[in-house]
């Protein structure tokens, strides 16, 4: 929030003064570029910084639906700061139109990409490639349908592992295991006593209910 305090403040001044600075005179046009891209520039210094600093926590904890917003948003301040300095150059460019096409653009893209489910299968493939400690899983279920495929995948990548054999019953990938497994009993025990009509179901559920009706829900538990 921080951030977008000063990225408004920002922008503010870059508006008032492509508004209201007068330009007649070559000195005042080119003090005027001066500040734009001196304001444009120090703002993308500020959202670079914060970008590399979210990275950091993805990197060592993984996604979630707050970091994936935080820096959603970090990438459009970013992207209509280079629209205001590439407006210094370009004079003819309607900054306000490819502004607004960029958010629309962004908006689109965030909204059609199944957020949820990349969130969740990025944490999974890190975790089982070994570059993540662990999954929280009560987060994952906290995401909603779109994360059931991934933890049924889980599940059976850790089983393939033989973590339910006698030698892994005590490990952190046991525990990972049967964590994964009772937030699983849960969603199953909604879906057989699901009452919504059918006008209400949505994509990401009906790939859960088939991830889970793949395994067969009535011997889901007893085949794992």
Do not use: H
Not at 78 to 85: G, K, P
Request: charged share 20%.
């Amino acid at each position: 929030f921080q951030l977008c305090m000063v990225s408004f403040i920002n922008m503010i001044i870059i508006v008032f003064v492509q508004l209201f600075m007068n330009v007649e005179k070559p000195v005042v046009a080119k003090i005027k570029v001066g500040i734009v891209i001196t304001y444009a520039i120090c703002t993308l210094i500020l959202i670079a910084t914060a970008i590399s600093k979210m990275s950091l926590y993805i990197e060592s904890y993984g996604l979630t639906q707050k970091r994936v917003y935080s820096s959603w948003l970090m990438i459009v301040l970013a992207l209509l700061f280079v629209v205001a300095v590439v407006k210094q150059f370009v004079k003819k460019l309607n900054a306000v139109a490819v502004s607004c096409a960029v958010v629309v653009v962004m908006f689109a893209g965030l909204a059609l990409s199944n957020v949820d489910g990349q969130i969740a299968r990025y944490n999974v493939d890190r975790y089982l490639e070994g570059s993540l400690e662990t999954v929280d899983v009560w987060a994952m279920r906290d995401l909603g349908d779109a994360a059931v495929p991934e933890m049924v995948r889980l599940i059976d990548e850790l089983k393939a592992r033989g973590v339910t054999d006698e030698s892994g019953r005590y490990s952190e990938e046991y525990n990972l295991y049967s964590r994964t497994l009772g937030v699983l009993e849960d969603i199953v025990i909604e879906y057989i006593n699901d009452d919504r009509q059918m006008m209400s179901y949505t994509i990401p559920y009906l790939r859960a209910k088939d991830a889970l009706e793949d395994r067969g829900i009535k011997s889901l538990f007893y085949e794992w």
